[in-house]
């Protein structure tokens, strides 16, 4: 090893080691400024080309959610609580128990196995990787979120990852920021997968999406029971792969704290850590050029029917209260709608707020929706209003105003206002031209 290489080398354990510090020091600005100082850039706009999309068998789900439990009944339900709550009900949840010997958390999987459609695997304790590789092995959904049976999902997770998954087949993964709640509590905003950063920082969450197909590809997640970080071993081999993974700019993931968590356990003991990633992949550590290279080799590959796969009612989540959707048009402007009215327009029903690429709107609008759809960070541009266009025709809305373009007038939609068609295939709908100004 040359003199710079190992002063380099040097400097990677060095920040490794103290990034916690750092972070407590100066938070996410300084997460930010040590991901540059250790040669993280932005991607930038990648170069696009078309792609046709791929349809999926509709009696299959779309998604498989995969529950890894040891001990963890007292979390169990608030898990899957966070889980039938989700806007997109298109897919099937795998329990596995990895040897949990807590006699509650056993009465529970015994009942969730008899008394629901969940599917319950068993097997002697091997650790979260084993778990979560036995349940993959398991499942039938072309994507796959392996969900700690102690952490919670927001309701629109998995119908944001999938949208952009499926709207871009140059991509392989799909996560969002992280919110930490219980012992600690704080927002870590994780970024895209980056193979440069990789080497360094695990900066994406253990419950992001990703393909099956991938899982496959890389031989699935360590099942080294020494292994304290599982989930960063795992995206490295991905990245080793050339996958491109995005995230989200929300917070939609939520891990707990508590003395028990693994990422407590990993984070008292980093030195071990980065010597055991190292030591299994020492080419992706070492050679930072090939890290390079991975990204340089990203592509963006627009699909021509982005919703193909989600265009069926039925795979959607209906409220309780029926939708009332505000959607802002691009470059719209939300001020000649004001709060009385909108207040008096909204009334008792769930909101849902369409943003296709305007000014931020009024924080009391965005607090009162139950779901916000920021199309700007999930599909390209002249994919937003085929998404429009299907949200429409697939949920059990009551009525939307929709802001078109500055200086156009606001319109009001009734749910009667719009020709839905309904068959075996996608459904469509189609704007009402005399809707009410």
Not at 333 to 359: F, M, N, Y
Request: charged letters at 25%; glycine letters at 8%; hydrophobic letters at 40%.
């Amino acid at each position: 090893m040359s003199m710079a290489e190992a002063i380099r080398s040097g400097a990677e354990r060095f920040w490794f080691l103290c990034r916690p510090a750092l972070r407590r020091m100066a938070g996410n600005p300084g997460r930010a400024a040590l991901h540059w100082m250790l040669g993280s850039r932005p991607c930038g706009s990648l170069p696009g080309e078309p792609a046709m999309a791929e349809p999926w068998a509709p009696e299959l789900p779309l998604v498989s959610v995969v529950i890894p439990c040891f001990n963890y009944g007292h979390y169990l339900l608030q898990a899957l609580r966070s889980l039938r709550e989700q806007t997109l009900q298109d897919f099937e949840v795998i329990l596995v128990d990895d040897g949990s010997d807590d006699p509650a958390t056993r009465r529970l999987l015994v009942l969730l196995e008899r008394l629901t459609s969940l599917t319950v695997l068993r097997q002697a304790n091997a650790g979260p990787g084993a778990a979560r590789n036995a349940g993959i092995a398991k499942a039938r959904g072309r994507y796959v979120c392996c969900l700690d049976a102690d952490d919670l999902l927001a309701p629109s997770y998995l119908e944001k990852c999938v949208v952009m998954l499926e709207a871009d087949a140059g991509l392989g993964l799909a996560h969002s920021w992280l919110q930490l709640f219980g012992r600690e509590r704080r927002l870590v905003k994780t970024r895209d997968l980056d193979p440069v950063l990789l080497a360094h920082v695990n900066h994406l969450g253990v419950s992001a999406v990703f393909s099956r197909s991938a899982w496959a590809a890389v031989g699935g997640f360590s099942e080294v029971r020494s292994a304290l970080y599982e989930d960063w071993d795992f995206w490295i081999r991905l990245a080793s792969l050339g996958v491109r993974g995005r995230v989200i700019g929300e917070a939609l993931m939520f891990y707990r704290r508590h003395p028990r968590s693994r990422l407590g356990h990993a984070n008292r003991r980093p030195r071990q850590a980065c010597r055991e990633l190292r030591l299994a992949h020492r080419e992706f550590c070492a050679n930072s050029a090939w890290r390079k290279s991975l990204a340089d080799g990203y592509r963006r590959r627009l699909v021509d029917e982005p919703l193909l796969n989600l265009s069926r009612p039925g795979q959607y989540r209906r409220p309780p209260v029926r939708i009332f959707v505000v959607c802002l048009q691009r470059g719209c402007d939300i001020k000649q709608c004001s709060r009385p009215e909108l207040e008096v327009l909204i009334g008792k029903a769930t909101l849902h707020l369409l943003i296709e690429d305007c000014a931020e709107p009024p924080g009391w609008l965005v607090e009162r929706a139950a779901t916000v759809y920021r199309l700007s960070g999930l599909l390209d541009e002249s994919q937003c209003a085929a998404f429009v266009s299907n949200y429409f025709a697939t949920r059990d809305w009551l009525g939307a105003l929709v802001v078109p373009q500055a200086p156009g007038a606001a319109r009001l939609l009734h749910a009667q206002d719009v020709v839905v068609e309904r068959g075996d295939g996608p459904a469509r709908w189609d704007r009402c031209q005399s809707g009410r100004k």
